[in-house]
């Protein structure tokens, strides 16, 4: 009976707590929801590849807490994006002359940002955090390359490049601004883990013996609008 009586004290004065720090609070935290897409440039940061950033598209949806006594506001969503990276490779069948070998990668990615506030205003804020991500493997864009041979290697077909480690931790920083119901975001994206760390075991590797290492690196460019 006792300890009956001492949870409903604890559940009483937690209500009377609670609710008289609700009716001091001078302000109202305010939940936003958004939807943006725009463009990417995609690299691979590596040694073991002469590569060229490419073009892509990137599709978002976003959670957004706004705090407006704080410093700070905070944000979560996903973004899904397909990007396009290239290498130098020679068709033996034809020609010597080098081309440009395009590879297509999707990424989905789950993030959560801390939005600074500079000006103690959510027109523009400073945006850093981690993020999750999958991403496909390396696939051809154009498949009458497949017989290519990489300039990087001497005898590996463009084919044969297209391991890579599904599950990556990126790091992002960037910025947003906007008012109303429109904004602009800018990010730069790069990954802490070694997304080229399958090649190592790929049928190719075991007689070249490299150490495959690279790191994603990816601006996109955003519109947003929030509801």
Request: charged share 15%; net charge negative.
């Amino acid at each position: 009976m006792k300890k009956l009586q001492l949870i409903l004290l604890v559940a009483l004065t937690t209500g009377f707590v609670t609710k008289n720090f609700a009716q001091h609070t001078s302000y109202k935290i305010k939940n936003g929801f958004s939807l943006g897409g725009g463009l990417t440039q995609f690299d691979i940061i590596t040694d073991n590849f002469d590569t060229k950033k490419g073009d892509g598209w990137i599709a978002n949806m976003t959670a957004t807490v706004d705090i407006p006594q704080k410093w700070f506001n905070v944000s979560y969503g996903m973004q899904l994006s397909e990007n396009t990276i290239s290498t130098t490779g020679f068709d033996l069948a034809s020609t010597l002359a080098a081309q440009d070998v395009e590879y297509k990668i999707f990424t989905a990615q789950v993030q959560f940002l801390w939005h600074a506030k500079p000006f103690r205003t959510s027109h523009f804020t400073i945006d850093f955090g981690p993020m999750l991500q999958y991403n496909s493997d390396l696939e051809l864009s154009d498949d009458q390359q497949e017989d290519f041979i990489l300039a990087d290697f001497d005898t590996v077909r463009a084919s044969a490049v297209k391991d890579l480690n599904n599950f990556n931790v990126n790091g992002t920083i960037g910025a947003t601004l906007g008012m109303g119901f429109f904004k602009v975001r800018a990010q730069y994206i790069y990954g802490f883990t070694n997304i080229l760390g399958a090649l190592n075991d790929s049928d190719f590797n075991q007689t070249l013996g490299r150490d495959f290492k690279g790191h994603q690196s990816m601006f996109a460019f955003t519109g947003m609008i929030t509801f």
